[in-house]
């Protein structure tokens, strides 16, 4: 197992608070948060292998991984808000080490992100493929289409977009084998027969507008964690916490002071 370890930032003060970015970029993407967030938290901005300025280990890209490295850095007990991607390894961990969690945020998230004839509110297998294809092709164009599809729909659709676009290669392109896994865990990864294991407070929030993570899953979660809340940003796309921060950071804040 490789010793590497992920990058963290920590800045703030308050209860511990555990940020995990989307694929394709890294934690510099909660920046605009941070200083809202900051005041009443304090926040672990951790970069996920490959992304960032985190190394890529030699051991397969795998959710356990992704779990084992955040772990590694984190702190022993903290919220956790994951989007995306995140969401999915924020969610792994609760199940895996709910002593580790005391509270759970998902963001445009997905317990299983791909269509499944009992479940079609999620993304369509051919798009994902395609996504897979692209990226053999070109890698930077492809995160910048996938960045774009995650903010079509939202009132700040433009802005939205040019800050992803901003913020992406700042610390160079993420590794390739961090792409590609990454992907290839979005495209794979179902852990709705594991969802009943969250015994942490839950909440998820959801964009209406949102492509990648069609709102309807909301439902469809909460028929597999019952003890969870959610709420859909009616007009937000996969990126709620861009196109309404006051809004969203007064959610997280009410819910982790609850």
Not at 2 to 16: A, F, H, R
Not at 126 to 140: G, V
Not at 174 to 194: F, H, Q, W
């Amino acid at each position: 197992m490789s010793k590497l370890q992920p990058y963290i930032e920590s800045t703030g003060q308050g209860p511990d608070l555990v940020l995990l970015h989307g694929w394709g970029l890294h934690s510099g993407i909660w920046e605009m948060l941070a200083d809202d967030l900051a005041e009443h938290f304090t926040l672990h901005m951790i970069d996920l292998p490959g992304f960032g300025r985190s190394p890529i280990p030699g051991d397969p890209y795998t959710l356990n991984l992704l779990t084992e490295q955040v772990l590694k850095v984190a702190p022993d007990n903290a919220h956790y808000l994951g989007w995306s991607l995140g969401g999915l390894v924020a969610t792994n961990i609760a199940i895996e080490t709910p002593e580790r969690v005391n509270k759970l945020i998902t963001v445009a998230s997905n317990p299983r992100f791909v269509q499944e004839d009992d479940w079609q509110h999620a993304m369509k297998a051919n798009i994902m493929d395609s996504f897979c294809r692209y990226l053999e092709e070109d890698y930077q164009g492809t995160i910048i289409r996938f960045l774009a599809i995650q903010a079509i729909g939202s009132e700040t659709q433009k802005e939205d977009i040019r800050r992803l676009r901003d913020t992406v290669f700042i610390h160079g392109v993420p590794a390739g084998k961090a792409l590609r896994g990454g992907l290839a865990l979005l495209n794979e990864v179902d852990l709705r027969s594991e969802l009943s294991r969250v015994k942490a407070p839950m909440l998820r929030l959801y964009g209406r507008l949102d492509s990648l993570v069609p709102a309807k899953t909301a439902e469809q979660v909460a028929e597999l964690v019952p003890h969870s809340q959610h709420k859909v940003y009616p007009k937000a796309s996969h990126a709620p916490f861009l196109s309404h921060k006051p809004l969203f950071v007064n959610d997280v804040k009410e819910f982790l002071h609850e």
